[in-house]
């Protein structure tokens, strides 16, 4: 069975950094677009980064570019996201997911078919 297992979730104050994990397990890791979605109480998902595991391009969400990094081991089946200067805004459950390659950068959550639990991530003023 496929699986997504994050870590690194926790609380911290507005300016501080965290750094999440992804390991997958039961499928090929290789050719798939992996990242990041959040989703904060009353709202939406929304895509947070996402990267293709061949080449390592990443996209990200316009609101975490320049603070957020996303990046991935093929050896290990896994992706970091790197989160500095962070905001109460980044504030939410984070969850890992992954679909095919095609069309990644979009980071629509409907075509994501694969997903972990969640970590959560709190950032206070």
């Known amino acids: 069975q496929v699986q997504l297992v994050e870590s690194g979730g926790g609380s911290v104050q507005a300016g501080g950094s965290l750094g999440l994990s992804c390991t997958a397990s039961g499928y090929t890791y290789s050719r798939k677009c992996v990242g990041w979605f959040r989703q904060a109480p009353g709202k939406e998902r929304e895509g947070v980064a996402v990267?293709?595991?061949?080449?390592?391009?990443?996209y990200y969400a316009d609101s975490v570019k320049g603070r957020f990094t996303i990046s991935q081991d093929n050896a290990k089946n896994t992706v970091y996201l790197q989160m500095n200067s962070l905001k109460p805004e980044d504030t939410g459950m984070y969850y890992c997911a992954a679909r095919p390659r095609a069309l990644c950068g979009r980071m629509r959550d409907s075509e994501f078919v694969y997903w972990g639990q969640g970590t959560q991530v709190t950032v206070s003023s």
């Open positions: 990267i293709l595991t061949d080449d390592n391009s990443p």
